[in-house]
């Protein structure tokens, strides 16, 4: 499920959606609390993010990246769409940012980039195979294997 918070404009949390609560493991008074600028941990991923919203309410515009951090013992990668949102006056009000993990979805990109370039090598293999089998004909066109002729005529 995505991930939902959303800032006002001192980048303090105003919401955010249960799997945000589970992904922090925190209680919904703690991380109203939180403001982005003291909260988000500063390592590249914490910053990316903080660039993120930030971007939203200077430009107005919608903003988005991935984020690869540590999380518990293992390494996620969250897509992070950063969304400015306008009261009916056409006012900025706030930031509204969904995350999606795509994890998984990076690591099968992963796997089948391995798997081309296995395809790739072994064709290249293959290819190597069949030129030196044709040079081989060239040189001698009677050595080809199988064709049984040198051995019939010389015996008969």
């Not at 600028?37 to 910053?47: L, S």
């Not at 930030?54 to 518990?72: P, V």
């Not at 993990?101 to 690591?107: E, G, M, N, Q, S």
């Amino acid at each position: 499920p995505n991930m939902i918070a959303r800032f006002d404009l001192s980048l303090r949390c105003v919401y955010v959606n249960p799997p945000v609560l589970k992904w922090f493991d925190g209680q919904e008074q703690d991380i109203y609390r939180w403001q982005l600028t003291e909260a988000v941990p500063h390592h590249e991923a914490g910053m990316a993010l903080l660039r993120l919203v930030s971007h939203s309410l200077a430009s107005g515009e919608q903003a988005e990246g991935e984020l690869t951090l540590n999380h518990g013992d293992r390494k996620r990668i969250l897509h992070v769409r950063s969304v400015p949102e306008f009261d009916l006056h056409g006012e900025l009000e706030s930031v509204l940012t969904v995350g999606r993990d795509i994890t998984a979805i990076r690591l099968a990109e992963e796997e089948l980039r391995e798997a081309h370039q296995q395809l790739r090598l072994l064709a290249r293999n293959q290819e190597a195979a069949f030129d030196v089998a044709a040079r081989r004909t060239v040189a001698d066109p009677h050595a080809v294997a199988g064709s049984g002729r040198r051995g019939a005529s010389a015996g008969g």
